[in-house]
């Protein structure tokens, strides 16, 4: 058995030369359906001891092609029990509870108040260690007197990142643009430069997303003598990979 | 006591085996070995047994290639967009999508439209309510979509491509008569996928929000229909 899978590893050099990842089916067969989906037709299936090729990735599914060239939809949860050609276990990142806890990126959008103007938010994250990470974040906020944008960059600390519920503190610095309503006397564009301090949280709610919520304080330095405090309050959803 | 006579039989059986393996019979020819220490002539007694099996092939080293991950549709769009008490004016707009998991996605948009004229400067004469700059109705949205109703589409007897229906809803901002907007969004499409990397859509969407454009505070509702393309990677 060993000595035919080495021939047929030594008969496929052109596969290694498209650089796909070939995989070994242990399973007594994989399902290869229509499309990424559960609900797609299995119209294949692949045996065990089989190998096929790995073309691409779309969210937990896998186009494969088959040593017969019959191509196909398998999912991760099934391709994960595949193994190298090593015979290692192959490795899929899944969305679940431990990627929860332990990921590189996530980004996600939010909607909240920004002192008194309706707020919209973007973020994204860049994991230096489970608890540490690196967020930048655009928002735009529209009120009564006057509209803005905010670009920011600082860091965030997970306490707990394991548990369903994490809270998190974060503190970083950007800057603010102000559009006072044209209705205004004096609309005068300004930008200043801002700092932010906060606490939030983050609630795992399943597959690969996540609810979060943050409460921040926003100091504008502006040009007058005072500095301008604003608190800011925001709820959205996040994912991660 | 039949079990011991048993033992008894198998053990002499053994022992005489191993003495007949280890005679050397007259009539048995005695092969040259195999093992290189025999073809130089010198039998050295003191050097360790040659192992059974000798490892012929070395371990191969996997290198495993990156999978390329095709989660991120990025297209444009063109429609029509019906700006309320400004008419249905012509829309394009550029969209960019990450699948999340086979249910949902997320989107941004951005779009342009250019209002038309109201009623009321229509049947005025030559009242003018807005100016041309002001009349640039430009949006975007942060959206999360939900496939609702994922298939296949087929096209005669031997074409099928995957498809879905979703629904959609977000928030954003709308720039008009020169005033931003909050604005919420939500809608239905259908987008199916003649090849891997290229899909093609048709959304319906309302774009709501509140102003004071004509001088009473209202809520708007302005409907866009759109067809568009996208191409994943």
């Known amino acids: 058995m060993l000595a035919l899978g080495a021939l047929s590893l030594a008969m496929t050099p052109a596969h290694a030369a498209r650089e796909l990842l070939q995989l070994f089916v242990t399973q007594p067969y994989l399902e290869l359906h229509t499309g990424p989906g559960r609900g797609y037709p299995v119209t294949q299936v692949v045996a065990r001891g089989e190998s096929l090729d790995v073309l691409f990735r779309r969210t937990d599914w896998f186009k494969v092609r088959t040593e017969r060239g019959v191509e196909g939809w398998a999912s991760a949860r099934e391709l994960q029990l595949a193994t190298l050609a090593d015979g290692s276990q192959f490795q899929v990142k899944m969305g679940d509870r431990a990627g929860f806890a332990s990921h590189r990126w996530e980004a996600g959008i939010f909607a909240g108040d920004y002192a008194g103007a309706t707020l919209i938010a973007a973020f994204g994250a860049l994991s230096i260690t489970d608890n540490l990470k690196i967020e930048i974040g655009a928002s735009q906020y529209t009120g009564n007197v006057s509209d803005g944008e905010l670009v920011e960059i600082g860091l965030a600390h997970v306490f707990m990142p394991e548990w369903r519920f994490s809270p998190l503190v974060d503190l970083g610095t950007g800057y603010r643009w102000v559009q006072p309503k044209a209705t205004l006397a004096t609309p005068v564009d300004r930008s200043d430069e801002v700092g932010y301090y906060g606490v939030g949280a983050r609630f795992y709610l399943t597959r690969r997303f996540f609810l979060r919520g943050d409460f921040r304080k926003y100091v504008v330095f502006t040009r007058t003598n005072t500095n301008e405090v604003n608190e800011e309050w925001r709820l959205g959803f996040g994912f991660f990979y | ?233």
């Open chain 2, 1 to 233: 006591m039949e079990t011991r006579i048993r033992l008894l039989l198998l053990s002499i059986a053994a022992a005489a085996m191993s003495g007949c393996a280890s005679m050397h019979w007259p009539w048995h020819h005695h092969k040259p070995d195999a093992a290189p220490s025999a073809s130089s002539g010198t039998q050295d007694v003191d050097a360790p047994p040659p192992s059974v099996i000798e490892p012929q092939v070395e371990r191969r080293e996997v290198k495993v290639p990156k999978i390329r991950a095709k989660d991120i549709e990025l297209g444009a769009y063109y429609g029509e967009l019906s700006i309320q008490d400004f008419g249905a004016q012509p829309v394009e707009g550029g969209r960019l999508d990450y699948h999340i998991n086979e249910d949902l996605f997320v989107e941004a948009t951005y779009g342009r439209a250019k209002g038309g004229r109201t009623s009321y400067e229509l049947l005025s004469g030559n009242v003018q309510l807005l100016s041309d700059a002001e009349r640039r109705f430009t949006y975007y949205n942060l959206s999360l979509g939900y496939n609702l109703l994922p298939g296949e589409v087929f096209i005669g007897r031997n074409l099928a491509m995957t498809s879905a229906l979703y629904m959609i809803g977000g928030i954003g901002n709308v720039k008009f008569a020169g005033d931003q907007n909050f604005a919420v969004n939500f809608g239905a499409g259908f987008r199916v996928l003649p090849t891997d990397w290229l899909a093609l859509h048709i959304d319906v969407q309302d774009l709501v929000f509140k102003s004071n454009d004509i001088g009473v505070n209202q809520l708007k509702n302005n409907l866009q229909a759109t067809i568009g393309a996208t191409v994943f990677f």
